[in-house]
């Protein structure tokens, strides 16, 4: 059983919440620090004044610094929601565009850098086809949280475990390089000279339903894919305005 653990998490996700009461099961003393947005900061400055056994971060928007990591007497670990193969921001909507056969979630320890310290183990899993980013995102989740799951019980029998997993995943390796936020908003940016096949890719690997879409910018106006659908176009028809809608968003254009 664990003594004292720090536990970074974002606000109102039902997996979260899964492992902190996992945790507190695992554990005798366990202070929660939650997150809402990538902008937050932290500002507790109680915590960096205190020792832990172990310190977790799990989908948390947190960076914690190397002053609060070197406060965990035996690990600071992270889930890490992609295979080592690709390190930073937009991490699935990359692989998605890429084709990548296998996606996965990667628990590691935590150091001075973003997603490079030393691999505990990684979950893969097959990158179907049929995945949206929704359904990938949720699968990625679920399999991160099992993974989670599976590693606090081995380290709350004995805290040796760590180190054994850590030899052997000796031959996962990061890769060099890292995406920021700058890189994944260009990467939604769609060119106006983007052939087909790429465009579909990139629709698939960006559009996610009330939340972030593809766009691109016209003369400092901004076009958004509301809701992506193919449309046949046929020599006889002599306008291509929006008489061939989907039903659900002609709807929608009729009541307004």
Request: with cysteine; charged share 35%; glycine share 2%.
């Amino acid at each position: 059983m664990f003594g004292k653990v720090l536990f970074f998490g974002r606000k109102d996700d039902k997996n979260v919440k899964k492992l902190f009461f996992h945790l507190k099961k695992k554990s005798k003393t366990v202070k929660a620090v939650w997150s809402v947005n990538p902008e937050d900061k932290l500002k507790l400055k109680k915590i960096f004044h205190q020792n832990y056994d172990y310190i977790f971060c799990f989908r948390s928007f947190y960076i914690l610094k190397k002053k609060l990591l070197d406060r965990a007497k035996l690990a600071a670990i992270n889930f890490h929601p992609n295979t080592p193969k690709y390190r930073g921001m937009g991490c699935l909507n990359f692989a998605m565009y890429k084709n990548e056969k296998f996606y996965g979630a990667t628990a590691h320890l935590m150091d001075a850098k973003i997603d490079h310290g030393k691999i505990i183990n990684v979950r893969r899993f097959k990158l179907l086809k049929k995945f949206s980013v929704e359904t990938l995102l949720k699968k990625s989740h679920e399999v991160m949280l099992k993974q989670a799951i599976e590693l606090v019980n081995l380290l709350s029998k004995d805290h040796k475990n760590l180190h054994k997993l850590i030899l052997k995943s000796k031959n996962e390796k990061w890769s060099k390089k890292i995406k920021t936020r700058k890189d994944l908003d260009k990467f939604y940016n769609i060119n106006n000279s983007i052939s087909h096949n790429d465009l579909i890719r990139k629709i698939r690997a960006c559009y996610m339903h009330n939340s972030f879409r593809p766009y691109f910018m016209l003369h400092n106006f901004k076009f958004v894919l509301m809701k992506p659908y193919y449309e046949k176009i046929f020599k006889k028809r002599k306008y291509k305005m929006y008489f061939n809608l989907p039903l659900d968003l002609r709807k929608k254009d009729e009541k307004n």
